[in-house]
């Protein structure tokens, strides 16, 4: 029994008529007669009842038509959804972040790819760090991660996109806000605003101190960049933060100014799956507009 055996069977039941199938397949009424009967081979009861006006499905046959064309509609329906997501034409592409993530890596990327991509649908799930993450796609049906690249993970690819110089985010009104770049070892002596303790990206700052012989010292810990950059602003402290997307450095928001810290490594972030040649297009398609475009608000130019 195949697909091809149900679908002819299903014609020539609404068709009431072998010949008349034939045609509609190009074919001869002898192969049309071929399907129905390995049909009946297979079920071992009569499935059509020869008229002298053609052909009626039998009880039997009732059964098997109605359950047939009930399964062949899921199927082509499911055969045009999956044509879709080749094609690009509708879907989801789901995807992990972080707390800060769309906002400075994604935006006009998402703007793009709606776009291009009107009937796609984009579902976001943030995560407190890249270990969430991690967890997620292995867990759930995530398509991708936006992480800070760290150690290699069992089961999942990482792919670096962009690198994020440091900088120490400061009040305007601080001594160290007009320099041009501060070397790390001048902070030895302050205390500073810590990133998240467990983090990735608080683990490769001290990696990066300690190739340089240098030691942090914190009295402030915070969950996420963006308010270690709001405590300095409010001058509440210092802190030593990667360079996000969309800020200027060195830079001027308000009372906030970002003073580069060139002799320290920068911190790589970028995309986690489970495995890259399993992307769907879709998924593959948003990667690669956010590797394309990340960091650029909606209408803006890219920053050198």
């Known amino acids: 029994m195949t697909l091809d055996d149900l679908r002819v069977f299903v014609a020539v039941c609404r068709a009431g008529s072998l010949s008349a199938v034939a045609r509609e397949l190009d074919c001869t009424q002898s192969a049309v007669s071929q399907h129905v009967k390995r049909l009946e081979r297979e079920t071992g009861v009569s499935l059509l ?33 999956l044509r879709e997501l080749v094609d690009g034409e509708s879907g989801a592409v789901r995807v992990a972040t972080g707390a800060t993530t769309v906002r400075h890596f994604m935006a006009e990327a998402v703007v ?5 991509h009107p009937r796609v649908s984009l579902e976001f799930r943030t995560e407190s760090s890249s270990r969430g993450c991690f967890d997620a796609l292995a ?36 001594p160290l806000a007009a320099r041009p770049y501060v070397d790390p070892a001048e902070l030895g002596s302050t205390r500073l605003i810590r990133l998240p303790p467990n983090s990735t990206s608080a683990a490769h700052l001290d990696a990066a101190c300690a190739e340089l012989g240098v030691r942090f010292a914190f009295d402030t810990s915070v969950a996420d960049w963006d308010t270690a950059l709001l405590l300095a602003e409010l001058g509440l402290g210092r802190a030593v933060v990667p360079s996000l997307p969309g800020l200027d450095v060195p830079g001027d928001r308000g009372d906030l100014r970002l003073v ?18 399993a992307l769907s297009p879709l998924a593959r398609a948003f990667a690669d507009t956010v590797a394309e475009r990340g960091g650029r608000t909606p209408g803006a130019q890219p920053t050198v």
């Open 49 to 81: 009842e020869r008229q002298p006006r053609g052909v009626v499905p039998t009880q039997a046959g009732l059964v098997l038509e109605a359950a047939a064309a009930e399964g062949i509609s899921g199927l082509d329906l499911a055969l045009r959804r």
């Open 260 to 277: 580069p810290l060139p002799a320290l490594r920068p911190l790589s972030v970028g995309w986690a799956v489970r495995r890259w040649d």
């Open 139 to 174: 867990d759930s049906s995530l398509d991708l991660a936006w992480i800070t690249l760290g150690p290699p993970v069992r089961g999942i690819e990482q792919r670096p996109v962009m690198e994020l110089p440091w900088v120490l985010a400061v009040r305007a009104e601080d």
């Open 112 to 116: 793009a790819f709606r776009r291009q």
